[in-house]
């Protein structure tokens, strides 16, 4: 599938809005807890693979959607894990959500039927 310049295809948009809702709640964005919000948000049993899932948190990073973080060592020492990676939503992230709302807002139309593209 390819896309316009600066769209967000249907995960990526997944991604930033768990992102800000885990943020909002006061919860750490990582990669396993953002599967699960975006199976919870879809109503979706099965995680989204986790090949998928960090293929795509890294194109985001590398646009500049997305900032990631190792979390500090003694935190997950301390609660005998690995080190997570954590991952916020930057000032360009919120504009590509806003911005990728507007687009699908615009093809629906009054009947709630999606117009053609």
Do not use: C
């Not at 885990?22 to 109503?43: N, P």
């Not at 099965?46 to 998928?52: D, E, K, N, R």
């Not at 990631?68 to 991952?87: H, K, N, Q, V």
């Amino acid at each position: 599938m390819r896309r316009k310049a600066g769209a967000l295809v249907p995960l990526e948009l997944s991604i930033l809005e768990s992102v800000l809702a885990l943020q909002s709640d006061g919860e750490q964005a990582y990669g396993f807890m953002l599967a699960k919000h975006i199976a919870g948000a879809s109503g979706n049993a099965t995680l989204t693979s986790h090949g998928t899932l960090y293929k795509a948190l890294a194109r985001m990073t590398e646009r500049g959607l997305v900032d990631s973080a190792w979390e500090d060592p003694a935190d997950a020492e301390s609660d005998g894990r690995p080190r997570r990676r954590t991952y916020t939503v930057t000032a360009e992230g919120e504009v590509a959500i806003a911005r990728e709302r507007a687009r699908l807002t615009g093809l629906v139309t009054g009947t709630g039927a999606v117009s053609p593209a």
